[in-house]
Protein backbone atom coordinates (compact mmCIF):
# COMPACT_ATOMS: atom_id res chain seq x y z
CA UNK A 1 0.00 0.00 0.00
CA UNK A 2 1.35 3.68 -0.89
CA UNK A 3 1.25 6.30 1.29
CA UNK A 4 -1.34 8.50 -0.33
CA UNK A 5 -3.36 5.03 0.07
CA UNK A 6 -2.44 4.74 3.86
CA UNK A 7 -3.58 8.50 4.12
CA UNK A 8 -6.90 7.85 2.27
CA UNK A 9 -7.80 4.37 4.53
CA UNK A 10 -7.00 6.56 7.94
CA UNK A 11 -9.25 9.28 6.80
CA UNK A 12 -11.74 7.22 5.22
CA UNK A 13 -11.92 4.98 8.76
CA UNK A 14 -11.52 7.56 10.91
CA UNK A 15 -9.09 5.51 12.75
CA UNK A 16 -4.89 5.01 12.66
CA UNK A 17 -5.48 2.09 14.86
CA UNK A 18 -2.90 -0.99 14.72
CA UNK A 19 -4.31 -4.11 16.19
CA UNK A 20 -1.12 -5.74 17.26
CA UNK A 21 -1.37 -9.64 16.74
CA UNK A 22 0.44 -11.29 19.62
CA UNK A 23 -1.07 -14.13 19.64
CA UNK A 24 -0.27 -16.53 22.71
CA UNK A 25 -2.22 -19.62 23.42
CA UNK A 26 -1.80 -19.05 27.35
CA UNK A 27 -4.21 -16.08 26.91
CA UNK A 28 -6.28 -17.05 24.12
CA UNK A 29 -10.01 -18.79 25.42
CA UNK A 30 -9.17 -22.35 25.86
CA UNK A 31 -12.10 -23.49 23.98
CA UNK A 32 -10.32 -23.17 21.18
CA UNK A 33 -7.85 -24.94 21.85
CA UNK A 34 -9.69 -27.65 20.62
CA UNK A 35 -9.58 -26.12 16.98
CA UNK A 36 -6.86 -27.48 14.38
CA UNK A 37 -5.48 -24.18 13.86
CA UNK A 38 -6.09 -22.16 17.11
CA UNK A 39 -3.63 -19.39 16.85
CA UNK A 40 -5.55 -19.28 13.15
CA UNK A 41 -9.01 -19.56 14.76
CA UNK A 42 -8.20 -16.65 17.42
CA UNK A 43 -6.94 -14.18 14.57
CA UNK A 44 -9.28 -14.74 12.39
CA UNK A 45 -12.28 -13.84 15.14
CA UNK A 46 -10.41 -10.77 16.28
CA UNK A 47 -9.60 -9.38 12.76
CA UNK A 48 -13.33 -10.09 11.75
CA UNK A 49 -14.37 -8.26 15.05
CA UNK A 50 -11.69 -5.32 15.01
CA UNK A 51 -11.31 -4.72 10.96
CA UNK A 52 -13.80 -1.94 11.01
CA UNK A 53 -11.97 0.12 13.24
CA UNK A 54 -8.46 -0.86 12.54
CA UNK A 55 -6.49 0.26 9.36
CA UNK A 56 -3.50 -1.66 10.15
CA UNK A 57 -2.28 -5.18 11.59
CA UNK A 58 1.06 -6.11 12.91
CA UNK A 59 1.62 -10.09 13.53
CA UNK A 60 4.63 -9.78 16.31
CA UNK A 61 7.04 -12.51 14.42
CA UNK A 62 8.41 -13.91 17.97
CA UNK A 63 4.94 -15.51 19.24
CA UNK A 64 4.43 -17.28 15.60
CA UNK A 65 8.11 -18.67 15.98
CA UNK A 66 7.29 -19.89 19.50
CA UNK A 67 5.27 -22.90 18.01
CA UNK A 68 7.91 -23.65 15.67
CA UNK A 69 7.17 -23.72 11.99
CA UNK A 70 3.83 -24.61 12.46
CA UNK A 71 3.23 -20.93 14.32
CA UNK A 72 4.72 -19.23 10.89
CA UNK A 73 2.00 -21.81 9.23
CA UNK A 74 -0.77 -20.11 11.23
CA UNK A 75 1.05 -16.99 10.85
CA UNK A 76 0.89 -17.35 6.58
CA UNK A 77 -2.73 -18.22 6.97
CA UNK A 78 -3.71 -15.36 9.21
CA UNK A 79 -2.07 -12.77 6.14
CA UNK A 80 -3.80 -14.52 3.32
CA UNK A 81 -6.90 -14.02 5.89
CA UNK A 82 -6.37 -10.36 6.10
CA UNK A 83 -5.31 -10.52 2.37
CA UNK A 84 -8.78 -12.07 1.54
CA UNK A 85 -10.93 -8.96 2.82
CA UNK A 86 -12.58 -6.67 0.24
CA UNK A 87 -11.36 -3.80 2.03
CA UNK A 88 -7.96 -2.68 1.78
CA UNK A 89 -5.85 -3.43 5.09
CA UNK A 90 -1.56 -2.01 6.00
CA UNK A 91 -0.30 -5.76 7.82
CA UNK A 92 3.45 -5.15 9.35
CA UNK A 93 5.52 -7.65 9.90
CA UNK A 94 6.53 -7.08 13.37
CA UNK A 95 10.14 -8.50 12.92
CA UNK A 96 13.18 -6.28 14.11
CA UNK A 97 15.10 -7.90 11.63
CA UNK A 98 18.64 -6.34 10.13
CA UNK A 99 22.05 -8.42 8.59
CA UNK A 100 24.51 -7.53 6.35
CA UNK A 101 23.21 -7.21 2.75
CA UNK A 102 22.79 -10.42 1.47
CA UNK A 103 21.20 -11.96 4.84
CA UNK A 104 19.18 -8.56 4.61
CA UNK A 105 17.78 -9.01 1.14
CA UNK A 106 16.68 -12.99 2.34
CA UNK A 107 14.74 -11.33 5.17
CA UNK A 108 13.15 -8.91 2.72
CA UNK A 109 12.28 -11.78 0.29
CA UNK A 110 10.71 -13.71 3.03
CA UNK A 111 8.42 -10.59 4.25
CA UNK A 112 7.95 -8.74 0.38
CA UNK A 113 9.30 -11.39 -2.35
CA UNK A 114 6.18 -13.93 -1.91
CA UNK A 115 5.21 -14.80 -5.63
CA UNK A 116 1.73 -14.74 -4.15
CA UNK A 117 0.68 -11.41 -3.79
CA UNK A 118 -1.63 -12.49 -0.62
CA UNK A 119 2.14 -13.91 1.11
CA UNK A 120 3.16 -10.47 1.08
CA UNK A 121 3.47 -8.04 4.02
CA UNK A 122 3.25 -3.96 3.42
CA UNK A 123 5.69 -3.50 5.99
CA UNK A 124 8.77 -4.90 8.53
CA UNK A 125 10.47 -3.29 11.49
CA UNK A 126 14.14 -3.24 11.14
CA UNK A 127 17.22 -2.61 14.06
CA UNK A 128 19.62 0.03 12.68
CA UNK A 129 22.47 -1.50 14.71
CA UNK A 130 23.81 -2.36 11.38
CA UNK A 131 23.47 0.72 9.61
CA UNK A 132 22.85 1.42 6.11
CA UNK A 133 23.39 -2.02 3.97
CA UNK A 134 21.73 -3.48 6.59
CA UNK A 135 18.46 -1.69 5.78
CA UNK A 136 19.03 -0.52 2.19
CA UNK A 137 17.52 -4.29 0.93
CA UNK A 138 13.99 -3.87 2.20
CA UNK A 139 13.70 -0.29 0.15
CA UNK A 140 13.91 -2.46 -3.09
CA UNK A 141 10.59 -3.65 -3.29
CA UNK A 142 7.35 -1.66 -4.42
CA UNK A 143 4.87 -0.47 -1.51
CA UNK A 144 7.58 -2.55 0.59
CA UNK A 145 8.05 -0.12 3.85
CA UNK A 146 10.36 -0.16 6.26
CA UNK A 147 9.78 0.95 9.88
CA UNK A 148 13.01 1.16 11.35
CA UNK A 149 13.83 1.62 15.46
CA UNK A 150 14.01 4.79 16.94
CA UNK A 151 12.88 5.10 19.96
CA UNK A 152 11.78 1.84 21.51
CA UNK A 153 9.00 2.24 24.11
CA UNK A 154 10.86 -0.36 27.02
CA UNK A 155 13.03 0.26 29.57
CA UNK A 156 16.15 -0.67 28.20
CA UNK A 157 15.94 1.87 25.93
CA UNK A 158 18.01 4.12 27.94
CA UNK A 159 20.79 1.90 27.47
CA UNK A 160 22.15 3.18 24.26
CA UNK A 161 19.70 5.11 22.28
CA UNK A 162 19.18 8.03 24.42
CA UNK A 163 23.46 8.04 24.11
CA UNK A 164 24.78 11.30 23.70
CA UNK A 165 26.56 10.98 20.39
CA UNK A 166 28.45 14.05 19.75
CA UNK A 167 25.59 16.39 20.38
CA UNK A 168 22.82 14.04 19.07
CA UNK A 169 21.28 11.35 21.24
CA UNK A 170 21.83 7.92 19.16
CA UNK A 171 18.21 7.34 18.64
CA UNK A 172 18.03 11.01 16.84
CA UNK A 173 21.53 10.24 15.15
CA UNK A 174 19.71 7.06 13.70
CA UNK A 175 16.90 9.30 12.41
CA UNK A 176 19.17 11.83 10.71
CA UNK A 177 21.43 8.91 8.96
CA UNK A 178 18.86 6.93 7.82
CA UNK A 179 16.26 8.88 6.85
CA UNK A 180 18.24 10.47 3.31
CA UNK A 181 18.21 5.93 2.89
CA UNK A 182 14.66 6.02 1.39
CA UNK A 183 12.16 8.58 1.92
CA UNK A 184 9.00 9.28 3.76
CA UNK A 185 6.97 7.36 1.13
CA UNK A 186 8.84 3.96 1.84
CA UNK A 187 10.10 4.43 5.73
CA UNK A 188 8.14 4.95 8.56
CA UNK A 189 9.70 5.14 12.40
CA UNK A 190 8.87 3.04 15.72
CA UNK A 191 8.73 5.86 18.34
CA UNK A 192 7.42 4.31 21.65
CA UNK A 193 4.02 5.51 23.26
CA UNK A 194 5.62 5.72 26.51
CA UNK A 195 8.51 9.02 24.66
CA UNK A 196 5.73 10.70 23.98
CA UNK A 197 7.87 13.93 25.00
CA UNK A 198 10.10 13.26 23.03
CA UNK A 199 7.76 13.04 19.70
CA UNK A 200 8.08 16.96 19.52
CA UNK A 201 12.56 16.30 19.11
CA UNK A 202 11.48 13.54 16.67
CA UNK A 203 9.21 15.73 14.34
CA UNK A 204 11.94 18.26 13.75
CA UNK A 205 13.97 15.80 12.65
CA UNK A 206 11.37 13.68 10.02
CA UNK A 207 8.75 16.13 10.14
CA UNK A 208 6.36 14.27 7.63
CA UNK A 209 7.16 10.28 7.98
CA UNK A 210 4.87 7.94 8.94
CA UNK A 211 5.27 6.42 12.95
CA UNK A 212 4.69 3.22 14.16
CA UNK A 213 3.72 3.95 17.92
CA UNK A 214 3.26 0.68 20.41
CA UNK A 215 3.17 1.26 24.01
CA UNK A 216 -0.62 2.50 24.54
CA UNK A 217 -2.64 0.82 26.68
CA UNK A 218 -0.50 -2.08 28.32
CA UNK A 219 2.60 -0.41 28.55
CA UNK A 220 1.25 3.03 29.96
CA UNK A 221 1.49 5.65 27.23
CA UNK A 222 -1.12 8.11 26.68
CA UNK A 223 -2.83 8.82 22.81
CA UNK A 224 -3.30 12.57 23.57
CA UNK A 225 0.12 13.06 23.77
CA UNK A 226 1.01 10.97 20.85
CA UNK A 227 -1.23 13.03 18.74
CA UNK A 228 -0.35 16.40 20.47
CA UNK A 229 3.93 15.88 19.88
CA UNK A 230 3.77 13.49 16.95
CA UNK A 231 0.38 13.60 14.72
CA UNK A 232 1.10 15.99 11.42
CA UNK A 233 -1.49 17.25 8.42
CA UNK A 234 -1.65 13.64 7.18
CA UNK A 235 -2.02 12.24 10.01
CA UNK A 236 1.05 10.30 9.94
CA UNK A 237 0.87 7.80 12.72
CA UNK A 238 0.13 4.36 13.26
CA UNK A 239 -0.37 3.60 16.93
CA UNK A 240 -0.72 -0.27 18.11
CA UNK A 241 -2.68 -1.54 20.93
CA UNK A 242 -1.98 -5.42 21.17
CA UNK A 243 -2.82 -6.55 24.96
CA UNK A 244 -5.36 -4.15 25.83
CA UNK A 245 -7.56 -4.79 22.37
CA UNK A 246 -6.87 -8.96 21.85
CA UNK A 247 -7.15 -9.99 25.66
CA UNK A 248 -9.88 -7.87 26.90
CA UNK A 249 -11.44 -10.90 27.59
CA UNK A 250 -10.38 -14.47 27.90
CA UNK A 251 -13.85 -16.49 27.74
CA UNK A 252 -16.46 -16.82 24.59
CA UNK A 253 -16.59 -13.46 24.38
CA UNK A 254 -13.51 -12.30 23.63
CA UNK A 255 -14.20 -11.45 19.68
CA UNK A 256 -16.85 -9.49 20.56
CA UNK A 257 -14.85 -7.46 23.65
CA UNK A 258 -11.80 -6.96 21.16
CA UNK A 259 -14.13 -5.10 18.76
CA UNK A 260 -15.54 -3.18 21.76
CA UNK A 261 -12.03 -1.90 23.09
CA UNK A 262 -10.92 -1.28 19.54
CA UNK A 263 -14.04 0.59 19.03
CA UNK A 264 -13.01 2.82 21.89
CA UNK A 265 -10.20 3.40 20.75
CA UNK A 266 -11.16 4.66 17.07
CA UNK A 267 -13.90 6.91 18.67
CA UNK A 268 -10.97 8.44 20.64
CA UNK A 269 -8.94 8.60 17.35
CA UNK A 270 -11.73 10.22 15.48
CA UNK A 271 -11.89 13.24 17.82
CA UNK A 272 -8.71 13.93 17.76
CA UNK A 273 -8.51 13.80 13.64
CA UNK B 1 26.68 -26.79 25.84
CA UNK B 2 28.61 -24.99 28.80
CA UNK B 3 31.42 -23.68 28.07
CA UNK B 4 33.92 -25.78 29.37
CA UNK B 5 32.94 -28.49 26.68
CA UNK B 6 32.95 -26.06 24.31
CA UNK B 7 36.48 -25.50 24.94
CA UNK B 8 37.19 -29.10 25.80
CA UNK B 9 35.81 -29.85 21.74
CA UNK B 10 37.97 -26.91 20.54
CA UNK B 11 41.33 -28.82 22.31
CA UNK B 12 39.88 -32.19 21.22
CA UNK B 13 39.33 -31.02 17.44
CA UNK B 14 42.04 -28.75 17.50
CA UNK B 15 39.23 -26.47 15.41
CA UNK B 16 37.31 -23.42 16.08
CA UNK B 17 35.34 -23.49 12.86
CA UNK B 18 31.86 -22.98 12.74
CA UNK B 19 30.18 -23.32 9.55
CA UNK B 20 27.70 -20.78 8.28
CA UNK B 21 24.70 -22.87 6.97
CA UNK B 22 23.10 -20.24 4.44
CA UNK B 23 21.53 -22.52 2.15
CA UNK B 24 19.96 -20.97 -0.74
CA UNK B 25 18.51 -22.99 -3.40
CA UNK B 26 19.72 -21.09 -5.98
CA UNK B 27 23.55 -21.99 -5.50
CA UNK B 28 22.86 -25.61 -4.24
CA UNK B 29 23.95 -28.18 -6.92
CA UNK B 30 20.54 -28.57 -9.11
CA UNK B 31 20.12 -32.12 -9.04
CA UNK B 32 19.50 -31.73 -5.36
CA UNK B 33 16.18 -30.04 -6.68
CA UNK B 34 14.66 -33.32 -7.19
CA UNK B 35 14.91 -34.07 -3.60
CA UNK B 36 11.86 -34.03 -1.43
CA UNK B 37 13.62 -31.35 0.90
CA UNK B 38 16.69 -29.93 -1.57
CA UNK B 39 17.20 -27.70 2.02
CA UNK B 40 17.79 -30.66 4.30
CA UNK B 41 19.10 -33.16 1.73
CA UNK B 42 22.12 -30.15 1.07
CA UNK B 43 22.39 -29.56 5.10
CA UNK B 44 22.94 -33.15 5.52
CA UNK B 45 25.54 -34.05 2.78
CA UNK B 46 27.50 -30.67 4.16
CA UNK B 47 27.18 -31.78 7.76
CA UNK B 48 28.28 -35.45 7.16
CA UNK B 49 31.44 -33.95 5.12
CA UNK B 50 32.60 -30.99 7.33
CA UNK B 51 31.91 -32.36 11.27
CA UNK B 52 35.10 -33.85 11.31
CA UNK B 53 36.70 -30.53 11.35
CA UNK B 54 34.04 -27.99 12.61
CA UNK B 55 32.33 -27.35 15.91
CA UNK B 56 30.02 -25.15 15.95
CA UNK B 57 27.60 -24.80 12.78
CA UNK B 58 25.30 -21.52 12.11
CA UNK B 59 22.38 -21.54 10.25
CA UNK B 60 21.68 -18.23 9.05
CA UNK B 61 18.03 -17.96 9.89
CA UNK B 62 16.98 -15.59 6.73
CA UNK B 63 17.93 -17.78 4.83
CA UNK B 64 15.13 -20.48 5.63
CA UNK B 65 12.65 -17.76 6.37
CA UNK B 66 12.76 -16.62 2.63
CA UNK B 67 11.10 -20.33 1.74
CA UNK B 68 8.29 -19.74 4.09
CA UNK B 69 7.49 -22.30 7.00
CA UNK B 70 8.45 -24.97 5.17
CA UNK B 71 11.93 -23.39 4.91
CA UNK B 72 11.46 -23.13 8.82
CA UNK B 73 10.47 -27.28 8.90
CA UNK B 74 13.99 -27.47 7.07
CA UNK B 75 15.62 -26.10 9.74
CA UNK B 76 13.79 -27.80 12.52
CA UNK B 77 15.19 -31.12 10.78
CA UNK B 78 18.95 -29.89 10.06
CA UNK B 79 19.19 -29.40 14.03
CA UNK B 80 17.68 -32.29 14.90
CA UNK B 81 20.04 -33.91 11.98
CA UNK B 82 23.48 -32.40 13.89
CA UNK B 83 22.01 -33.18 17.32
CA UNK B 84 22.17 -37.01 15.98
CA UNK B 85 25.15 -37.16 16.13
CA UNK B 86 27.20 -39.03 18.60
CA UNK B 87 29.27 -36.57 19.06
CA UNK B 88 29.07 -33.03 20.77
CA UNK B 89 28.49 -29.98 18.51
CA UNK B 90 27.42 -26.01 19.10
CA UNK B 91 24.58 -24.93 16.83
CA UNK B 92 24.18 -21.19 16.47
CA UNK B 93 20.65 -19.76 15.57
CA UNK B 94 21.96 -16.86 13.60
CA UNK B 95 19.39 -14.63 13.97
CA UNK B 96 19.43 -11.22 15.39
CA UNK B 97 16.64 -11.03 17.39
CA UNK B 98 15.73 -8.33 19.93
CA UNK B 99 12.76 -6.81 21.14
CA UNK B 100 10.73 -5.44 24.64
CA UNK B 101 11.00 -7.66 27.29
CA UNK B 102 7.62 -10.23 26.24
CA UNK B 103 8.63 -10.34 23.08
CA UNK B 104 11.92 -11.11 23.50
CA UNK B 105 11.11 -13.93 26.04
CA UNK B 106 9.12 -15.53 23.23
CA UNK B 107 12.44 -15.47 20.99
CA UNK B 108 14.00 -17.13 23.64
CA UNK B 109 11.58 -19.91 24.08
CA UNK B 110 11.35 -20.39 20.03
CA UNK B 111 15.11 -21.19 19.67
CA UNK B 112 15.51 -22.30 23.52
CA UNK B 113 12.40 -23.67 24.94
CA UNK B 114 11.55 -26.79 22.97
CA UNK B 115 10.40 -29.58 24.70
CA UNK B 116 12.36 -32.06 23.04
CA UNK B 117 16.40 -31.12 23.46
CA UNK B 118 17.07 -32.09 20.21
CA UNK B 119 15.12 -29.16 18.60
CA UNK B 120 17.06 -26.84 21.39
CA UNK B 121 19.87 -24.38 20.15
CA UNK B 122 22.91 -23.88 21.96
CA UNK B 123 22.86 -19.94 20.86
CA UNK B 124 21.35 -17.40 19.11
CA UNK B 125 22.68 -13.67 18.00
CA UNK B 126 20.93 -10.90 19.39
CA UNK B 127 21.01 -7.11 18.48
CA UNK B 128 21.69 -4.54 21.40
CA UNK B 129 20.12 -1.80 20.23
CA UNK B 130 16.79 -2.25 22.23
CA UNK B 131 19.14 -2.48 25.65
CA UNK B 132 18.80 -4.98 28.40
CA UNK B 133 15.27 -6.06 29.32
CA UNK B 134 15.54 -7.02 25.26
CA UNK B 135 18.71 -9.07 25.86
CA UNK B 136 17.83 -10.76 29.23
CA UNK B 137 14.55 -12.84 28.67
CA UNK B 138 17.71 -15.36 26.37
CA UNK B 139 19.68 -15.40 29.44
CA UNK B 140 17.03 -17.47 31.14
CA UNK B 141 17.87 -21.14 29.91
CA UNK B 142 20.68 -23.15 31.17
CA UNK B 143 23.29 -23.59 28.29
CA UNK B 144 21.41 -21.23 26.04
CA UNK B 145 24.17 -18.77 25.09
CA UNK B 146 23.48 -14.61 24.48
CA UNK B 147 25.74 -13.76 21.12
CA UNK B 148 25.42 -10.31 21.11
CA UNK B 149 26.54 -7.99 17.95
CA UNK B 150 29.26 -5.31 18.98
CA UNK B 151 31.59 -5.05 15.40
CA UNK B 152 29.73 -6.32 12.67
CA UNK B 153 31.76 -7.27 9.45
CA UNK B 154 29.65 -5.47 6.80
CA UNK B 155 30.29 -1.90 5.51
CA UNK B 156 27.34 0.03 7.72
CA UNK B 157 28.77 -1.28 10.71
CA UNK B 158 30.32 2.38 10.46
CA UNK B 159 27.35 4.19 10.55
CA UNK B 160 26.10 4.02 14.33
CA UNK B 161 28.53 1.23 15.77
CA UNK B 162 31.67 3.65 15.25
CA UNK B 163 29.80 6.18 16.59
CA UNK B 164 31.87 8.33 19.38
CA UNK B 165 29.46 8.18 22.42
CA UNK B 166 31.34 9.91 24.93
CA UNK B 167 34.67 9.30 24.78
CA UNK B 168 34.04 5.41 23.87
CA UNK B 169 33.09 3.91 20.46
CA UNK B 170 29.13 2.59 20.51
CA UNK B 171 30.21 -1.09 20.19
CA UNK B 172 32.41 -0.77 23.08
CA UNK B 173 29.41 1.18 25.12
CA UNK B 174 27.71 -1.95 24.26
CA UNK B 175 30.46 -4.29 25.42
CA UNK B 176 31.17 -1.86 28.27
CA UNK B 177 27.03 -1.79 28.91
CA UNK B 178 26.08 -5.82 28.12
CA UNK B 179 28.51 -7.74 29.83
CA UNK B 180 27.27 -7.55 33.33
CA UNK B 181 23.91 -8.75 32.27
CA UNK B 182 25.22 -12.24 32.34
CA UNK B 183 28.95 -13.48 32.35
CA UNK B 184 31.35 -14.96 29.73
CA UNK B 185 29.68 -18.56 30.57
CA UNK B 186 26.23 -17.13 28.76
CA UNK B 187 27.78 -14.18 26.72
CA UNK B 188 29.58 -13.99 23.74
CA UNK B 189 29.94 -11.13 20.62
CA UNK B 190 30.00 -10.63 17.36
CA UNK B 191 33.34 -9.27 15.92
CA UNK B 192 33.41 -9.21 12.39
CA UNK B 193 36.69 -10.57 11.18
CA UNK B 194 37.23 -7.05 8.32
CA UNK B 195 38.00 -5.45 11.73
CA UNK B 196 40.22 -7.78 13.28
CA UNK B 197 42.52 -4.93 14.09
CA UNK B 198 39.95 -3.83 16.72
CA UNK B 199 39.96 -6.97 18.17
CA UNK B 200 42.81 -5.62 20.63
CA UNK B 201 41.01 -3.08 22.17
CA UNK B 202 37.97 -5.30 22.59
CA UNK B 203 39.88 -7.32 24.56
CA UNK B 204 40.54 -5.11 26.80
CA UNK B 205 37.08 -4.71 27.33
CA UNK B 206 35.63 -8.39 27.48
CA UNK B 207 39.35 -10.46 27.88
CA UNK B 208 37.26 -14.26 28.50
CA UNK B 209 34.49 -14.08 26.37
CA UNK B 210 33.99 -16.16 23.16
CA UNK B 211 33.83 -13.75 20.38
CA UNK B 212 32.12 -15.09 16.86
CA UNK B 213 34.01 -14.09 14.11
CA UNK B 214 32.42 -13.63 10.87
CA UNK B 215 33.68 -12.40 7.72
CA UNK B 216 36.86 -14.72 7.09
CA UNK B 217 36.93 -15.99 3.42
CA UNK B 218 34.45 -14.41 1.25
CA UNK B 219 34.17 -10.88 3.23
CA UNK B 220 38.01 -10.74 3.25
CA UNK B 221 38.63 -11.28 7.15
CA UNK B 222 42.21 -12.86 7.41
CA UNK B 223 42.24 -15.94 9.87
CA UNK B 224 45.76 -14.72 10.87
CA UNK B 225 44.91 -11.60 11.92
CA UNK B 226 41.88 -12.77 13.88
CA UNK B 227 43.92 -14.86 16.33
CA UNK B 228 46.72 -12.85 16.52
CA UNK B 229 44.53 -10.19 18.28
CA UNK B 230 41.40 -12.27 19.87
CA UNK B 231 42.93 -15.56 20.14
CA UNK B 232 42.70 -16.12 24.62
CA UNK B 233 44.39 -18.92 26.91
CA UNK B 234 41.25 -21.23 26.21
CA UNK B 235 40.71 -19.91 22.70
CA UNK B 236 38.03 -17.74 22.89
CA UNK B 237 37.08 -17.90 19.56
CA UNK B 238 34.50 -19.20 17.11
CA UNK B 239 35.12 -18.14 13.57
CA UNK B 240 32.71 -18.51 10.94
CA UNK B 241 33.21 -19.35 7.17
CA UNK B 242 29.92 -20.04 5.01
CA UNK B 243 30.25 -19.22 1.13
CA UNK B 244 33.60 -20.11 1.18
CA UNK B 245 32.84 -24.16 2.51
CA UNK B 246 29.20 -24.59 1.09
CA UNK B 247 29.35 -22.97 -2.17
CA UNK B 248 32.89 -24.81 -2.91
CA UNK B 249 31.45 -26.41 -5.53
CA UNK B 250 28.23 -26.21 -7.30
CA UNK B 251 28.54 -29.97 -8.66
CA UNK B 252 28.18 -33.45 -8.28
CA UNK B 253 31.50 -33.09 -5.62
CA UNK B 254 30.14 -30.16 -3.55
CA UNK B 255 30.32 -31.94 0.00
CA UNK B 256 33.51 -33.43 -0.61
CA UNK B 257 34.50 -29.40 -2.04
CA UNK B 258 32.81 -28.68 1.27
CA UNK B 259 34.76 -30.70 3.69
CA UNK B 260 38.33 -30.20 1.72
CA UNK B 261 37.69 -26.16 2.55
CA UNK B 262 37.14 -26.95 6.03
CA UNK B 263 39.71 -28.96 6.37
CA UNK B 264 42.09 -26.45 5.63
CA UNK B 265 40.62 -23.96 7.44
CA UNK B 266 41.00 -26.93 9.88
CA UNK B 267 44.27 -27.65 9.73
CA UNK B 268 45.63 -23.43 9.63
CA UNK B 269 43.58 -23.32 13.18
CA UNK B 270 45.54 -26.22 14.55
CA UNK B 271 48.62 -24.19 13.73
CA UNK B 272 47.51 -21.75 15.98
CA UNK B 273 46.32 -23.19 18.72
Known sequence: ???QSLIALIRQKKSFLCVGLDTDLAKVPQHLLQEEDPIFSFNKAIIDATLPYAVAYKPNLAFYESYGWQGLRSLDKT???????????????????????NTSARYAEAFFGAPEPERRFDAVTVAPYMGEDSVKPFLGYENGWVIVLALTSNKGSDDFQMLNCGGSRLFEKVLETSKVWGSDENMMY????????????IRRIVP????????????GGSLEAVVRYGMTRDCGLLVNSSRGIIYASKEADFAVRAGEEAEKLQRQMAAFM
Open 1 to 3: MDK
Open 79 to 101: LAYLRSKPEPVFVIADAKRGDIG
Open 190 to 201: VVGATKAEMLAD
Open 208 to 219: DHFLLIPGVGAQ
